[in-house]
């Protein structure tokens, strides 16, 4: 069963809601998708500011930058209220499970609202800063899965019939403890033999923990997805990538 989260969270003074809901921003992104779904965006924002695409022959990408503090930008310029399963080197952004966009726990963005998701949700109140790292640093290899590296993925589907907010009981939404002890396990595990895991190319690590509320919505949804979008990301020139771990301190 699909989990809608509603981030509380104030950007610019303004309230954000999300199915794990974030907040706003706009500029360095994916140029094919745009055309297609013009009411819906997907931005990787540094300081701020979009990443601009860059093109080379057979391929688009945004170029990730060692070691910085990324957030990935939603828009929703439709009159519909939505639900987006965002993944991140194929782990969903709110619960790291590798499932369907259909099964996957999404985030709500309002009709013509702007949502910025700047990490890992880790409980209904902390996440985890998304980074650029290696393939070897990455949360992925904490978690011993196979990931879909460099590449961040938002499926939206249209909200149908009417919804009536839940919020969960406060008893229940005390950290379950992931937020202080992200699984670690090694870029041996089982799961990863046969995979090899490199220095030199782009993927997200799992950093500083912040303060990032939310509650769960119930949503009737179109099972069609509205829009599915991609940013792929990587470094420019990765044989200039120095060896070692660029996590931003807690």
Request: overall charge negative; some cysteine.
């Given at each position: 069963m699909s989990r809608f989260l509603c981030i509380l969270?104030?950007?610019?003074?303004l309230l954000t809601l999300v199915m794990t809901?974030?907040?706003?921003?706009?500029?360095?992104?994916?140029?094919q998708k745009r055309l297609p779904y013009p009411r819906f965006e997907l931005e990787v924002l540094v300081d701020g500011r979009p990443l601009t695409e860059c093109d080379k022959p057979g391929r688009a990408y945004v170029e990730a930058i060692r070691g910085a503090e990324y957030e990935v930008r939603l828009r929703n310029s439709s009159a519909d209220r939505v639900a987006v399963a965002?993944?991140?080197?194929?782990?969903?952004t709110i619960d790291a499970l590798q499932t369907s966009a259909w099964n996957a726990s999404k985030w709500v963005i309002e009709?013509?609202?702007?949502?910025?998701?700047?990490?890992?949700?880790?409980?209904?109140?902390r996440a985890r800063r998304f980074y650029f790292t290696t393939e070897r640093d990455s949360y992925?290899?904490?978690?011993?899965q196979r990931g879909d590296f460099g590449v961040i993925s938002a499926v939206f589907f249209r909200e149908r019939g009417r919804v009536v907010p839940v919020t969960?009981?406060?008893?229940s939404d005390k950290d379950d403890g992931r937020e202080n002890q992200p699984s670690t396990g090694s870029a041996a595990s089982p799961k990863m033999r046969g995979e090899v895991l490199r220095e030199d190319r782009a993927a997200t690590g799992i950093g500083r923990s912040v303060r990032n509320d939310v509650r769960e919505i119930?949503?009737?949804?179109?099972?069609?997805?509205?829009?599915?979008?991609?940013?792929?990301?990587?470094?420019?020139?990765?044989?200039?990538?120095?060896?070692?771990?660029?996590?931003?301190?807690?």
């Open positions: 969270s104030a950007a610019l003074l809901v974030p907040a706003q921003d706009s500029d360095r992104v994916i140029t965002l993944s991140v080197d194929g782990l969903n009709p013509y609202q702007t949502i910025t998701i700047s990490g890992w949700q880790m409980s209904s109140e992925v290899a904490k978690l011993g969960r009981n406060r008893s119930d949503m009737d949804l179109d099972p069609r997805p509205a829009a599915e979008l991609k940013v792929r990301y990587e470094y420019s020139h990765p044989e200039e990538y120095s060896r070692g771990r660029f996590c931003p301190e807690p």
